[in-house]
């Protein structure tokens, strides 16, 4: 697996292919009480592909948030236009996992992209892993799979363009270990070949992501690990962006208790099943 890093040089997102005229990125944002956040991300997101001269969109999930967060989608779409920001709410909250497979099937890019809408992900490292999926280290039509990590600093494997620093910041100590403790758990038992297996965000070639998503079991949060592993299993190409993991600006983290057992599970349901 390849790893690289990123900081923003003169190049562009496309690493100067053709990838830039005929590739289309679609971004999945599930939200739930976003509203205070999606602004903000949505116009990020709009700069960093417009800055690349990239064409993209961006599929909002919200599931029926009860602060307004789809009214002010709305009015994102009438500033954007239909064509870049697609709103499709669900009835209530039905899992992460579940709200990427209902915002895939309204996709139109061939590329993928997943990320939360609370700022814990920057938009700005989307241009690096698309520099790095199309870049001079990735095999023959790119990789599979390009996935940001907290946990590992880059090798500088791409033009030495990429920061080599990852990170989290706004996490007490008590949480970061909680975290570190379940990938060094995860890597001793899957083996996945990543240093970030519960990071939720990553760019995927859409013909994978689809055929990774039919294969997956899990709803909730162990979503995003079963993905991997599964993505590594079937021999797709994984290549890692250090990313820098900031603790949500607006409203209150989702993750509990309940999800913590949750993840627990799933590592050892998918040791005893792939």
Known sequence: MARASAKKTGADASGGTAAKK?????VILPTYNERKNLPIITWLIARMFDENELDWE??????ASPDGTQEVAEQLRSVFGSNRIKIHPRAGKLGLGTA???GLRFTSGNYIVIMDADFSHH???IADMIRVQIGPTAPSGGFDIVTGTRYANGSGTDDGALSKESGVYGWDLKRKLVSRGANILADTLLR????DLTGSFRLYKRAVLEKV??????????FQMEMMVRARAMGYSVAEVPITFVDRVHGESKLGGGEVVEYA???VNLWLKV
């Open 22 to 26: 005929d590739n289309k990125y679609s």
């Open 58 to 63: 961006i599929i909002i999930v919200d599931d």
């Open 100 to 102: 990427y497979v209902h």
């Open 123 to 125: 938009p700005k490292f």
């Open 192 to 195: 996945p070949g990543v240093s």
């Open 213 to 222: 998503m039919a294969q997956t079991e899990s709803k909730g949060y162990t």
């Open 265 to 267: 599970k799933g590592i």
